[in-house]
């Protein structure tokens, strides 16, 4: 008697930390550069260079990256300077159970960057990291799913639904663009300020391969080759079409996709006519991908034999099973008025932001998740200032429904701003629109014995011959014909020849007889 056998592979989630990180240095403004009088706006975003497990604890290593717009200190007119510098940060996170062979997944959030003037030539820089860590068990068990040569051998089977976690990967692809200056605009004598941001990001797994499709704003501030004219700006929006290869991926797979913006840079080029009026944009775009495969596997889970005793050998097979993945749209709309005492907008350049969770929770059918939104609207005022900036932070609330969850349930949420526009509606009214995606995914764990090898002993002829050869036999709550023919060293067969069964449906009180084999 042989076993045919599977392996399984899967991974289960066995714990979650949330560790928060604050970074804060001192910059010098280089000599090149004017004096510090204003700090208009500010941006920044973190690109991740390691994710290890040790002993104890998970190590996450990278960078922030940021700029900063600032006015300058200048007696005869008011300008635009742009500084730009990184803080690199380590943080180590105590977990218990955690060894190097674990597999462990970060997700990196600058939370909030804030930038300060000691002096006109220094400049204080400080942030705030949420580094959001799972760590998973790893789960390989090599289970029985039938047996070969069995004769006289009655066998039970049993279906279980996996979610396997096939494929776990960081990619890194490129956008490069092109952005060509409208005529009416005069041409570039230096960048001074970038944002880009990734829109309605899509990841479609296929033939060893990731389809990627989106929209990414692109929007640059520059100072013209006319002294006399004031900072230009521009704003463009383009289409992301990628394909990322992914050995092993397959059509019917189930994509997680976390997409952020990595490290990159826009310079001047000329065009045609040898005059700087091309901008080139060249950006990462990191990706933290895991592809789950649903499988639904056959497993032996029971064996008896009316001429030998079979003892099973088990093995414990924790597994998960994803039961419910969706996308939901969240809308929200603010108007935010200014203070009496604030600028008058005269023109709005650009909004730029995120989003952020602050609470994540569920009951019965429904997951309830509170966030905010963090906007920075660029705009013209009445002043002398060339731009000025205005931070609003949006709370809301969402409430989606879901499948019946249960306290033990796994339930993760992965926010993205896919819409972000503000308006003027007056001087000193502004209404801001936002469009966050929420991608959810519910887990649950489940654990079965699962057979994994057997011993055949001789059988018990006492025993077996204190049975009689005939009995009658009330269903009890709680029997199937299998426990009873077990019982009864009977075959599920013979019960069901003899009580003219069509299958092995039994119920509490029905009566059956029952043939010693």
């Excluded at 309830?368 to 609003?392: A, H, Q, R, W």
Aim: net charge negative; aromatic share 6%; charged share 30%.
């Amino acid at each position: 008697m042989d076993f045919s056998k599977k392996d399984i592979h899967t991974s289960v989630l066995k714990e979650s930390k949330v560790s928060q990180l604050t970074i804060d240095d001192d910059f010098n403004i280089p000599d090149s550069k004017k004096d510090v009088e204003k700090i208009i706006a500010r941006n920044g975003n973190i690109v991740v260079e390691e994710i290890s497990a040790e002993e104890g604890k998970v190590r996450i290593a990278g960078t922030v990256y940021f700029k900063i717009l600032y006015k300058t200190v200048d007696e005869e007119n008011s300008d635009l300077e742009v500084y730009q510098n990184e803080i690199p940060f380590e943080d180590n996170i105590s977990i218990d159970g955690v060894n190097r062979s674990s597999r462990v997944e970060a997700r990196c959030i600058l939370e909030d960057l804030s930038v300060s003037i000691i002096n006109s030539r220094k400049l204080e820089v400080r942030g705030l990291i949420s580094n959001h860590v799972n760590v998973y068990d790893n789960i390989d068990v090599n289970c029985a799913i039938d047996l070969e040569n069995g004769n006289g051998i009655e066998c039970q089977y049993t279906k279980v639904d996996v979610t396997n976690t096939r494929i776990v990967k960081r990619d890194v692809f490129k956008i490069k663009e092109e952005l060509e200056l409208a005529q009416n605009k005069p041409n570039i004598d230096e960048i001074l300020w970038s944002d880009i941001a990734l829109r309605n990001i899509e990841a479609k797994s296929m033939k060893d391969k990731l389809e990627i499709r989106g929209e990414v704003e692109i929007f640059v501030i520059y100072k013209s080759n006319d002294e006399h004219m004031p900072a230009q700006y521009i704003f463009s929006v383009r289409s992301i079409v990628k394909e990322i290869e992914c050995f092993g991926a397959t059509e019917d797979m189930i994509v997680e996709a976390d997409v952020t913006i990595g490290k990159g840079d826009m310079s001047v080029k000329p065009d045609a006519d040898g005059e700087d009026r091309i901008i080139a944009v060249d950006y990462n775009v990191d990706m933290n991908i895991k592809l789950y495969e649903d499988e639904e596997i056959r497993l032996l889970s029971d064996m008896y034999s009316p001429q030998v005793e079979i003892e099973p050998d088990t093995e414990s097979l924790i597994y998960e099973n994803l039961l419910m993945k969706n996308t939901a749209l969240v809308n929200v709309a603010h108007r935010h008025k200014l203070e009496s005492d604030d600028k008058k907008v005269l023109q709005i350049c650009h909004i730029y932001g995120d989003v952020f969770l602050d609470d994540v929770s569920f009951d019965d059918n429904q997951v309830n998740v509170e966030g905010i939104i963090k906007t920075y609207i660029l705009f013209i005022s009445s002043d002398d200032d060339p731009m000025d900036c205005i931070e609003v932070d949006i709370p809301f609330e969402h409430t989606v429904d879901t499948i019946n969850l249960m306290d033990d349930y796994n339930v993760k949420v992965i926010p993205c701003l896919t819409q972000l526009s503000a308006s003027l509606v007056n001087s000193q009214e502004i209404e801001i629109k936002a469009q966050v995606g929420l991608q959810i995914m519910v887990f649950c764990v489940n654990n079965m014995d699962v057979i994994t090898d057997m011993t055949v002993s001789p059988i018990d002829y006492d025993k077996k011959a204190a049975m009689p050869g005939i009995a009658g036999y009330i269903v009890r709550k709680g029997d199937t014909i299998w426990s009873v023919a077990r019982k009864y060293y009977a075959t599920t067969e013979s019960i069901r020849s003899v009580n003219n069964l069509e299958n092995d449906e039994i119920n509490e009180g029905d009566r059956l007889i029952v043939v010693k084999s």
